[in-house]
């Protein structure tokens, strides 16, 4: 527990008090306990310069998730949503995971042709 000066009459203030007990004037809060303020700041570090050196890094290294599980994911989250609200009623979850097994083998299949030629 800190000891800060009261900027209204310059008595010795505990830095927990929130206001001055001599003469009740508020205590401004310490930049340390207002860490929080720089979560934005952090996020937006993060998407402009973190992130995209990540990716740099995935890609150089050929981490990169191929464009065809992408494709395969986001047709299978679509097959869920169309299924889950019942806009085709003769099709199952089991159609969602046949068409997703499908799409992946027959994306692997492309790319490997292409690294071929
Ligand atoms: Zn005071």
Known sequence: ???????????????????????GAPVPVPPSSRWWLWLPVG???????VAPALMSVIKA??????Q?????????????TMVE????RNR????CDELHAQMLTEGERAA?????K
């Open 92 to 95: 199952t979850m089991k159609d």
């Open 43 to 49: 996020v937006v570090a993060f998407l402009f310069v």
């Open 1 to 23: 527990m800190a000891l800060t000066k009261c900027r209204e009459c310059g008595a010795d203030v505990s830095s927990q008090a929130k206001a001055c007990a001599r003469c």
């Open 112 to 116: 490997k042709a292409q690294r071929g």
């Open 61 to 66: 290294l050929g981490w990169e998730t191929p």
């Open 68 to 80: 065809y599980v992408h494709d395969a994911n986001a047709a299978f989250v679509a097959c869920k």
């Open 85 to 88: 609200s019942r806009t085709f």
